[in-house]
Nanobody
Framework: QVQLVESGGGLVQPGGSLRLSCVAS????????IGWYRQAPGKQRELVAT???????NVQDSLKGRFTISRDNAKNTVYLQMNSLKFEDTAVYYC???????????WGQGTQVTVSS
């Protein structure tokens, strides 16, 4: 089993920045790929970005240039740096982990990001 704990969400004004963190524990060998998904009210959950243990990244095309994913394997932590936030980035952001599939089988509890003036 893998446990994922997210942090870093909150309320931010448009144009602002936030950094989300996801700490993985448990069966770390099952977390080759860790990523972020988000779900806005009334919408389906969507992939934001993923990163493998080797550092290979995949960011949703529409978010490239604003969102960056990184990973500290020594700390079993993945970060999502979000810049130039927009109203439409408002959502619950979920950490997800697995070996290769998108999404993997393990989910965090989610952290709320609200972009509002």
């Amino acid at each position: 089993q893998v446990q994922l704990v997210e942090s870093g969400g909150g309320l931010v004004q448009p144009g602002g920045s936030l950094r989300l963190s996801c700490v993985a524990s448990g069966s770390i060998f099952s977390t080759d790929k860790i990523g972020w998904y988000r779900q806005a009210p009334g919408k389906q959950r969507e992939l934001v970005a993923t990163i493998t243990r080797a550092g290979n990244t995949n960011v949703q095309d529409s978010l490239k240039g604003r969102f960056t994913i990184s990973r500290d394997n020594a700390k079993n932590t993945v970060y999502l740096q979000m810049n130039s936030l927009k109203f439409e980035d408002t959502a619950v952001y979920y950490c997800n982990a697995g070996t290769w599939a998108d999404p993997g089988p393990y989910w965090g509890q989610g952290t709320q990001v609200t972009v509002s003036s």
